[in-house]
């Protein structure tokens, strides 16, 4: 719209009415306080009516202010930066109600004609001229509208509001990508209309704006598998809301709920976790300010659970996930492994896919004799010394999306009753007994070489060592005496003696022993006397 400058001056006790660009200006002169402009209409297109006029730096409701004696004044269509029209807009029909008076309105918000009419002009700033617009609004709802007083004559009697409708509850939901639903509540009585069904759509407008501006997703997809005994930690991640900032205000609750550690002034952060529904698996436990998992976890098994993201205005999002912790279900320690019997054990998990499962020992050492497939099975004949083993086993499950590695530790003890080492009597025919000459159960037995080696006569006069020779050799006597075996031991003479240690090593001779006594005898000996400070040929006894 054009700009059209005004110019009067006004004469006391003068009645002037001026047609201007399809208006009129209407002056009254008041005589004591000199000319006042009482009323005038302006801007015939834009339907601004103006009822007060102020020169002070707050405007005025209801108030007879003295103005310039020469108006020099341009009324746009709302165009201009610290002007608000109050009772009339060409642009919206409209009028938001839940204004906090103390902060600036929205910039561009006007109002319906709601039966009274004004305008705020401010020379200050545009935040006046807003105040005092929704003064005037309120007034005008309220029933609150005020006379003129003085000799200020209106050119019009003030209408009576017409009937208005506030919004009922609005509620408007959005959804996070993995389509999780996000809803906003927009409280009833805060718009009002004189339509209700517009009333509610302008409601639902903003409740979907604030949905879509203040909307929490939790991004996190899924809970990665975790293993019994093994360390466990996921980031849970969100996106959207208002974060949190730590001030001297929320400090202590916030160092009181973000435990261990508590925060630090200006820190910031975006949620705060929690569970609401479910329990995490034993050992497992939610930092609330920092949303991460972690922990070891001592039980296996599926765990569901739902967690929930708070914003720092108290948006939130809620989300159920499905915590799978495996387990290696084979107790530790693993069961003994007898002697000379085939020792089988399956290794298995609780959950998963065994045909996509290997099997490998990762630290430590198997007892000699015993394997572990890929598969998991653990099986073969253990050496029959007693001995106990420790040793870790990783499995690796490679199944798409749901895999996982575990590791468990195990102790495994193999053979049986050590009944010791005996040295046989190398000058005489004298069978020497194991366990003191008293009888031992019966079952399978071993009688393994240990050490040691004698002097052989037939080499003299030079000097050689064996265990056995051609002819001659050491007779493991069993079944009270019934039972004789020729032990196994090499033949060969060495001139010195470590060569009959290493050619010896790892013999023995095993044998069904059906009870009685069991002993060793040196038969045909063609030995001589062994050299001071050798060990004698020494032998070991281990059975059931």
């Not at 952060?269 to 991460?292: K, N, R």
């Not at 290794?347 to 490998?360: D, F, K, R, S």
């Amino acid at each position: 719209m054009a700009c059209t400058i005004v110019e009067v001056t006004l004469v006391e006790g003068v009645d002037y009415d001026l047609d201007l660009v399809g208006g009129r200006i209407m002056f009254k002169s008041t005589g004591f306080f000199g000319p006042t402009l009482d009323t005038f209409l302006a801007g015939g297109g834009c339907g601004a009516q103006v009822d007060y006029c102020s020169t002070t730096t707050t405007p005025r409701i209801g108030l007879q202010i003295p103005c310039p004696n020469s108006i020099k004044e341009c009324l746009p269509c709302n165009d201009d930066p610290i002007l608000n029209i109050s009772a009339e807009d060409a642009d919206s029909d409209r009028f938001l109600f839940n204004f906090n008076l103390i902060q600036r309105p929205p910039l561009g918000f006007s109002f319906e004609q709601l039966g009274c009419s004004g305008w705020c002009f401010s020379e200050v700033s545009q935040l006046d001229a807003d105040l005092c617009a929704i003064l005037q609004v309120i007034e005008c709802i309220n029933n609150t509208w005020r006379e003129p007083s003085g000799t200020i004559i209106p050119p019009f009697s003030p209408l009576q509001p017409p009937q208005l409708f506030f919004n009922t509850q609005q509620i408007c939901t959005t959804f996070c990508p993995d389509g999780s639903s996000f809803g906003w509540t927009f409280p009833a009585g805060l718009i009002l209309d004189r339509n209700q069904v517009q009333a509610n759509r302008i409601a639902f407008s903003y409740a979907c704006r604030l949905s879509r501006i203040q909307k929490v997703c939790i991004t996190t997809t899924n809970l990665p598998f975790g293993c019994v005994g093994n360390e466990y930690s996921k980031q849970l991640k969100g996106s959207g809301g208002t974060g949190y900032r730590v001030n001297f205000q929320n400090q202590a609750t916030l160092s009181a709920l973000c435990q261990p550690g508590g925060v630090s002034l200006n820190q910031s952060f975006p949620y705060v976790w929690s569970i609401v529904s479910g329990s995490l698996p034993t050992g497992l436990a939610l930092s609330p300010c920092s949303g991460m998992l972690t922990g070891t976890p001592t039980a296996g098994g599926s765990f569901t659970i739902t967690v929930k993201a708070t914003d720092g205005i108290g948006s939130f999002q809620t989300k159920e996930f499905t915590l799978k912790i495996a387990e290696i279900t084979n107790a530790d320690p693993l069961p003994d492994a007898p002697p000379f019997v085939n020792y089988l054990e399956n290794l298995a998990t609780n959950i998963g896919n065994q045909e996509q499962q290997t099997w490998t020992v990762i630290e430590g050492s198997l007892p000699p004799g015993l394997t572990l497939t890929t598969a998991g099975v653990l099986s073969g004949m253990p050496d029959p010394i007693p001995a106990g083993y420790i040793f870790t086993v990783q499995v690796v499950d490679a199944t798409p999306g749901a895999g996982f590695t575990c590791t468990k530790l195990f102790h495994l003890t193999v053979g049986g009753t050590d009944y010791g080492d005996v040295i046989p009597d190398i000058f005489s025919s004298t069978v020497t007994f194991w366990n003191g000459g008293v009888a031992v159960p019966a079952g399978t037995y071993r009688v393994s070489y240990t050490t040691g080696a004698m002097e052989y006569a037939m080499c003299f006069p030079i000097q050689c060592w064996a265990v056995n020779t051609a002819g001659a050799g050491f007779h493991v006597k069993y079944n009270g005496g019934a039972g004789d075996v020729l032990f196994p031991a090499s033949t060969q003479d060495f001139p010195t003696e470590p060569p009959v240690y290493a050619e010896n090593a790892g013999k023995y001779v095993e044998f069904t022993h059906t009870g009685g006594t069991i002993g060793i005898v040196l038969v045909d000996s063609p030995f001589g006397d062994n050299v001071a400070g050798t060990p004698n040929p020494t032998f070991k006894l281990v059975g059931p």
